[in-house]
């Protein structure tokens, strides 16, 4: 007869007849009896009043009914604390007894009872337990002492059980070590800051040892333990990879992730054109694939964790396309997770294949798994070029099947098609156009109105269509009333006699009778600009958009680096840190993955030993905004130096910079406008300091321009800087034969923390020069005149003269090529003359470019390994010191100094004046005329010039 008997009774009297059976003299009874209690407990019915009767039930030698009292005890100690004293004795003498089995039940029991009371008498059974004879009590002892823990953290320190936790880590049998990691894990994720597994060499090898013969769950809680390791170089990690490998081959899943997770972390540290990296990667692919043969559960935990394994290292799964081809039987979760993995693997030589794939999965029947399949496409076509006319093609079919949602989704992934690659398949417009009237989705509509308003110059009838949207204006989302502003005033600005009504009742419409702040600010902000500057209009919002990148919704790398850290565990599936969705006390640590080394790469940091935690005060721009970036043109619109006042505006065409500098929009100055030329060209963007008289004159040439905003940028008050930087040797940028006599030579140099353009002027023509003004077209750094150009007499045949030209660095940005060329236009009484010169990148370098050496760690780990330059700097005759010393007045400082294997090592920092940090390693060799030079940047593309400053200030 099976156990269902004890669960069915419907006696009266229960209780007392259960008392009753309790204190029967007959063993077999009181089991029977016991049993029918626990299924009374089972099923929720109070049978607390019988503590006592079966606390008596537990004097026997029968495992089974001393199994069931404690399963009891276990549940009705905390309502029954008094009582649960009673049951302290058998313990004691349960802990004696001499079958293994009872005396682990009984620690094992002890561990549960979270009663205060009683847990200083357990103390010594524990300690007895935990140096027992037979391993399995001793593995179940190492558990009770991190229960007992969680009760009683400092009774547990005081009896000196951690200590003895921490030699069972030599013990001789493997799940005994299993469980001692896993108690002090335990204890240690409560105590972040206790070092309480101490990790060294040897007891790393005991762990591995024990690694090949525990269980499956032991196994985990070893490999977690090594997870957390972090090795002393690259052989070492090389050796613990190769012994943890096997377990790549393990039949269960978290084994094998356990296992993935400690080669992931471990390969950081070996060199990548190490033979074995690239056996490790061939050897990590399998076990992945294999995991996805699981039940659909375990295949979406698996993918999850492989889409972290793919952002980090696409190289393990490259060849492994085919399997994450989605089944007509997978769960929508797993198909979309498969989804997102093929974009991330895809590839110049895969993308045939992947979009065959994806023209398939839009006709599917699951109307979220085919949206997504669409914007897959689109998302293949950004990330690889050579396929964009193939998904565009793709998209175009798709949109001919008419299917109302495929053609939404399409439309969207084409608008990003066409940010990616302007001027290229705007052909495709028409077909769009017909499909306008199906929109329904608000993003589909939007993009459909971005889509008129940027190209409505090649849609005859862009207006008709935009009107038909203005419609139904208040009943539209947010999304699209914004939408269709901005396309309606960009359809005024390039056709303005035919829109005239449309943008006034759009307008009227956003700022009127809208309640929506953001709708409303956006309707006056452009109202003001169409109703004062036209031209000033024209550039905000037809200016050229910067180019979308090609993978959005990468993981941030800090976050991506800790994640791998974490995986398989619930952070990986969750993709978030675990102290994102961990509440309570427990200090979850932040892990990051060691740092890399390799024989090609320079070491990570002048302190690796230091904890990596720090991170930079405030991150640096990340790069130089490029040509035509609306923000950096926002951003510079009011930084021209002050003028004095009561100087007549100059038209508000020039004064909004539609002038352009080298395409002869200078004509306008050449007359006798006098005033004109004195008058106020600062506040332009193209224009910068601009062209000025004496009126704006500063009081120093030297100094820039004080007041407003100048001030932030004057780096050199308060600010002493070394003598002795290193300025280049004047060269000729314009001679005299171009400039019809007029010869310009000059340098730039960093003087008191301003920067200054030295120029000399010669005039070997026969007429007297005068009237001079100097302008710079858009740089990389946003050099500009602080001061006008002032000669402090005409210049007359045959004479030169020297002038120190102070320049800010707060003028329009555009990035140039090469990056530090400088287009410069000079004005006489003459003619405009226009000429390009190179500034060394040095006069850029700031006065408080000296990081923090906790910074500098943790910045340099932050910063792409592929952002590394490496340079050889050769024929220097110096020694370190010299070095420090030289470059130091240049403002590259020395943050630490090292000496390896004889090498002199000097970490360097500098800033650039945008805010951009450079970072150097300078490997000096004492009686070597070579040097070694890395730089770490995020902007990279400025390495080759910080290499020529280094190698111009070192040896002249």
């Not at 009770?144 to 009896?159: F, P, R, S, T, Y």
């Not at 393990?316 to 081809?325: G, N, Q, S, T, Y």
């Not at 989705?441 to 459909?448: I, V």
């Not at 200054?756 to 710079?776: C, G, H, L, P, S």
Request: hydrophobic share 40%; aromatic share 6%.
């Amino acid at each position: 007869m099976t156990d269902s008997k004890y669960f069915t009774t419907n006696k009266k009297g229960e209780i007392f007849e259960l008392k009753a059976e309790l204190n029967n003299e007959k063993k077999e009874k009181r089991k029977e009896a016991v049993k029918k209690v626990i299924a009374a407990m089972t099923v929720g019915k109070d049978v607390s009043s019988l503590f006592p009767d079966v606390v008596n039930c537990m004097q026997t030698d029968n495992l089974e009914l001393k199994k069931l009292v404690y399963l009891y005890l276990m549940n009705y100690a905390k309502s029954q604390p008094d009582m649960a004293i009673m049951a302290v004795n058998s313990f004691v003498k349960d802990c004696e007894d001499p079958n293994p089995l009872i005396r682990a039940l009984a620690v094992r029991t002890m561990g549960c009872i979270r009663v205060d009371k009683i847990t200083e008498y357990l103390c010594e059974p524990l300690r007895k337990c935990l140096k027992d004879e037979d391993p399995y009590v001793r593995k179940t002892a190492a558990v009770c002492v991190a229960k007992l823990h969680d009760i009683n953290a400092q009774l547990v320190e005081d009896q000196g059980f951690l200590d003895t936790l921490k030699d069972l880590i030599s013990d001789s049998n493997p799940m005994v070590v299993a469980n001692a990691v896993a108690a002090l894990s335990e204890i240690a994720e409560s105590h972040p800051n206790s070092n309480l597994l101490d990790l060294n060499p040897q007891s790393i090898n005991k762990l591995l040892t024990a690694l090949n013969e525990c269980t499956e769950w032991g196994q985990i809680f070893i490999l977690d333990c090594l997870a957390n390791y972090t090795p002393r170089d690259d052989r070492e990690s090389q050796s613990i990879c190769e012994r943890v490998t096997p377990r790549l081959s393990h039949a269960n899943s978290a084994v094998v992730l356990s296992a993935v997770k400690v080669l992931m972390k471990f390969m950081e540290m070996l060199p990548k054109d190490l033979d074995y990296y690239g056996t490790l990667l061939k050897k990590l692919a399998p076990p992945l694939v294999t995991l996805l043969s699981a039940e659909p559960e375990l295949q979406y935990v698996a993918l999850r964790n492989i889409n972290l394994i793919v952002q980090k290292r696409p190289e393990i799964l490259k060849h492994e396309m085919k399997v994450f081809f989605v089944k007509y039987n997978d769960p929508i979760y797993v198909k979309l997770e498969k989804l997102d993995i093929m974009i991330r693997l895809a590839s110049q030589a895969n993308i045939a294949q992947v979009l065959a794939e994806l023209k398939e999965y839009a006709t599917e029947v699951d109307v979220d798994f085919v949206r997504k399949a669409v914007r897959a496409i689109g998302r293949c076509a950004i990330k690889v070029e050579q396929s964009a006319e193939r998904c565009v093609s793709t998209l175009l079919d798709l949109i001919q099947t008419k299917v109302n949602y495929v053609v939404q989704e399409a439309i969207v992934v084409i608008k990003d098609i066409f940010r990616k690659y302007p001027n290229k398949y705007e052909s495709v417009i028409a077909t769009l156009c017909e499909n306008l009237d199906s929109l329904d989705e608000p993003e589909a509509r939007a993009a459909m109105i971005w889509i008129v308003g940027e190209y409505a110059e090649r849609i005859d009838n862009a207006d008709e269509l935009l009107e038909s949207f203005l419609e139904g204006f208040h009943d539209e989302s947010t999304q699209v009333q914004l939408q269709l502003l901005t396309a309606i005033v960009k359809l005024f600005l390039k056709k303005p006699t035919e829109t005239q009504e449309l943008v006034q009742q759009v307008l009227s419409l956003a700022t009127q009778d809208s309640d929506n702040p953001d709708l409303r600010d956006r309707g006056y902000i452009y109202w003001r600009l169409l109703s004062t500057d036209p031209v000033a209009a024209k550039e905000v919002v037809l200016a050229e958009k910067p180019l979308i990148s090609e993978e959005t919704d990468l993981i941030e790398p800090t976050l991506l680096d800790e994640l791998i850290c974490h995986i398989g565990t619930l952070a990986s599936v969750y993709h978030k840190p675990p102290n994102a969705f961990v509440e309570g006390s427990r200090g979850v640590q932040h892990k990051r993955l060691p740092p890399r080394t390799g024989s090609n790469e320079s070491p990570e940091s002048p302190e690796l030993a230091q904890p990596a935690a720090a991170q930079p005060a405030d991150q640096p721009p990340a790069v130089i905004p490029s040509q035509g970036d609306l923000l950096g043109d926002l951003l510079n619109l009011d930084l021209g130096p002050p003028t004095s006042g009561g100087t007549p505006a100059i038209t508000s065409a020039m004064q909004m910079g539609a002038m352009d500098l080298l395409g002869g929009g200078l004509d306008s100055l050449m007359g006798d406008d006098t005033e004109a030329l004195g008058g106020d060209l600062g506040g332009s963007p193209a224009i910068g300091a601009g062209f000025g008289g004496p009126a704006v004159m500063p009081s120093s040439l030297n100094a820039p321009v004080g007041g407003g905003l100048g001030d932030l940028f004057d780096l050199g008050s308060g600010v002493g800087m070394p003598t002795g930087s290193y300025v280049v040797p004047k060269t000729v940028w314009l001679p005299a034969m171009k400039a019809k006599g007029l010869e310009i030579s000059g340098t730039f140099a960093r003087r008191m923390g301003t920067i200054q353009m030295d120029v000399t002027f010669t005039n070997k023509a026969m007429q007297i020069m005068t009237d001079f003004a100097i302008q710079f077209n858009r740089n990389s750094f946003g050099l500009s005149p602080a001061a006008p150009l002032q000669l402090a007499t005409p210049l007359s045949p045959n004479q030169t003269i020297e002038v120190s030209l102070p320049l800010s660095t707060v003028g329009p940005v555009m990035k140039m090529d090469p990056l530090n060329n400088l287009q410069v236009a000079v004005k006489n009484n003459i003619d405009v003359f226009y000429f390009s010169s190179l500034y060394p990148i040095n006069i850029l370098f700031v006065e408080d470019g000296k990081m923090e050496r906790q910074v500098f760690l943790a910045t340099w780990k932050d910063i792409p390994s592929d952002n590394e330059a490496q340079f050889q700097i050769k024929d220097c005759h110096l020694n370190s010191d010299a070095v420090s010393n030289k470059l130091q007045s240049n403002n590259i400082f020395t943050i630490a100094k090292r000496n390896v294997e004889g090498q002199d090592m000097l970490y360097q920092s500098m800033k650039l004046t945008n805010g951009i940090w450079i970072l150097a390693e300078l490997r000096i060799q004492p009686g070597s005329p070579n040097f070694t030079l890395s730089l770490k940047c995020r902007a990279p593309e400025i390495s080759q010039f910080v290499l020529q400053s280094y190698e111009a200030m070192l040896k002249n």
